[in-house]
């Protein structure tokens, strides 16, 4: 007989497409135990199974914030120790959705500044950083005044859709 964690990894591995997501999401389903063996495969160190299990991860958080929060820390170390671009995009976006005690602030921070700072950060990632950001600056405000100077640094360089929504946290700053 297949294990849980075994079989989920093989469907991960089988495709990667939307319907294999919903597939393995729906597999999930509110399954806490099923969910634990995703997030071993997330936080792993297999390179294929980490990027597909990432856009699984969030999909989950989207509906499972509460599931999300006991892992926190450990995707805060993944963030910042990526073995996949996957795994910090949709790291990151699945920290938009939670709660992140305050104990993480400084590291993701830090993390989001760098992605923000760097001209070569995909817009996705960019994008998670600053609205991770914007929760942060919500408990300790004097973040806002250089989380605006980086982003008025970055306007020339970003997308028109990043441009966007940078300028909206600028004018609600400056």
């Known amino acids: 007989m297949v294990k849980p964690k075994e079989y989920l990894r093989a469907m991960i591995l089988k495709e990667h497409t939307k319907v294999q ?9 509110d399954n806490h135990e099923r969910f634990g063996h995703l997030m071993e495969l997330f936080l792993g160190d297999e390179y294929r199974v980490v990027q597909r299990a990432a856009w ?23 963030i910042e120790n990526p073995i996949h671009d996957a795994v910090v995009r949709n790291g990151l976006l699945v920290l938009v959705d939670v709660d ?22 995909p817009t996705a990632i960019k994008r998670a950083s600053l609205l991770i950001l914007a929760k942060i600056c919500k408990d300790e405000p004097e973040l806002k005044e250089e989380l ?26 400056k």
């Open 21 to 29: 997501r919903d597939i393995v999401v729906a597999w999930i389903g």
């Open 56 to 78: 699984i991860v969030r999909e989950i958080g989207k509906r499972r914030a509460d599931w999300i929060a006991a892992y926190v820390g450990k995707i805060v170390n993944a």
């Open 100 to 121: 992140v005690p305050k104990k993480y602030y400084g590291r993701l921070a830090e993390v989001c500044f760098n992605y923000l700072g760097e001209v070569g950060t």
């Open 148 to 173: 605006v100077l980086v982003l008025e640094d970055q306007l020339p360089h970003c997308t028109v859709g990043f441009v966007n929504i940078a300028k909206k946290y600028i004018r609600k700053w």
